[in-house]
């Protein structure tokens, strides 16, 4: 984690974690409720506080802070590390289409990569943006909510299932919120 990436005990992030190359892994359900019981489990074990979130197709945006106590970075790290180790072995259990392509891009990814083992699932890094106004927030908030509706995956942002637009038009989302006012 360089500087530009530095996150500091205290504070709300925007954050973004992708998957190497961009590839399109959250098309599959079984590979979605990975990352989702990993995020309730980061909430409900090791302090992770969400605020907003979305998951595309290869990517995941959040607005996350840790409670007092714990630190953003290790959540962040642990989970990354959890849910590829989890989503590379479903991929090699799956009857995947695209099994053997996605294993060779995240092996070909860690092969140079002195802390990988075996696959590189995640890119480096979490884009991590410090929150500090609520304009800020409310852009950063517009802006994960609308991803969906710019892909042309639904036509308005409370209606994708994996986001928390939901819980920000009133209805019941998937995981576990902080609302933003």
């Given at each position: ?126 884009e991590a943006k410090e929150i500090h106004t609520s304009h800020f927030l409310d852009q950063k908030l517009n802006y994960i909510h609308m ?6 995956l639904v036509d308005e942002p409370e209606y994708y299932l994996y986001s928390s637009a939901r819980d920000y ?13």
């Amino acid at each position: 984690m360089g500087i530009k990436n530095k996150i500091s005990e205290g504070y709300l992030y925007f954050l973004t974690l992708t998957v190497t190359d961009w590839v399109d892994v959250f098309t599959r359900p079984v590979y979605r409720h990975i990352l989702l019981d990993s995020l309730k489990h980061c909430q409900n074990e090791k302090g992770l506080e969400l605020y907003a979130w979305c998951l595309m197709s290869n990517h995941l945006h959040l607005i996350a802070s840790a409670k007092e106590g714990y630190n953003l970075s290790d959540i962040l790290r642990d989970l990354k590390k959890y849910t590829s180790k989890q989503i590379v072995a479903a991929i090699g259990e799956e009857n995947e289409s695209r099994k053997a392509w996605m294993l060779n891009r995240f092996e070909y990814a860690g092969r140079n990569d002195k802390k990988i083992k075996n696959y590189k699932f995640w890119q480096d890094g979490n884009e991590a943006k410090e929150i500090h106004t609520s304009h800020f927030l409310d852009q950063k908030l517009n802006y994960i909510h609308m991803n969906p509706v710019k892909a042309e995956l639904v036509d308005e942002p409370e209606y994708y299932l994996y986001s928390s637009a939901r819980d920000y038009a009133g209805n019941k989302g998937l995981l576990k919120l902080i609302i933003a006012n």
